[in-house]
């Protein structure tokens, strides 16, 4: 009975260690404030190149973030050279200015989507550049400090059918 019971919690101890998550990592934004010349850079190398993945882009932001939505402008480089470039847009509040995102207090964590079932073919190494493209309406131009937001992150994980 003690071998079954110790069988037992082994195997419960190695699946509920099992993780998707291949890599996490995150900058933050100093007073939390993005510059929009502030670019993002993270790098990434080693991956199965017969594997898929989804890529997130996470954004932590407080109570200071003025607006409901995020538009983003992110840059794939691939070891090749090729350069794939997204204008993104991510709804950051409800329309009555509830925050979306996880967490308590006054920082909220959003998990937001950037690829998926993505299949680094070509070994390498890979560089993600993440900037913002905030305007206020009927302005040209930028958006040049963008308050509330504290740090900029990627999450990359296995993708599982």
Known sequence: MNRLMYLFL???????CTTDVVSTEYRSLKGAVWNKDDVKQFTFSGLD??????????IR??????????????????????????????????????WLGKGSGSIKENKLWYKE?????TSGV???EI??????????????????????????????P
């Open 10 to 16: 082994v195997a419960s101890l190695a699946i509920s």
């Open 49 to 58: 190149s017969l594997q898929s993945y989804n890529v997130f882009i996470n």
């Open 61 to 98: 932001n407080d109570q200071n973030f003025p607006y409901s939505n995020l538009f983003l402008i992110a840059s794939l480089n691939t070891p090749e050279g090729e350069v794939v470039q997204d204008t993104l847009e991510y709804t950051m509040a409800l329309p009555d200015g509830t």
């Open 117 to 121: 079932n993505i299949v680094f073919s």
């Open 126 to 128: 890979y560089t993600l």
């Open 131 to 160: 900037s913002h493209a905030m305007r206020k309406n009927g302005n040209v131009s930028g958006i040049v400090g963008l308050e509330g937001i504290t740090d900029v992150g990627i999450e990359i994980t296995k993708h599982i």
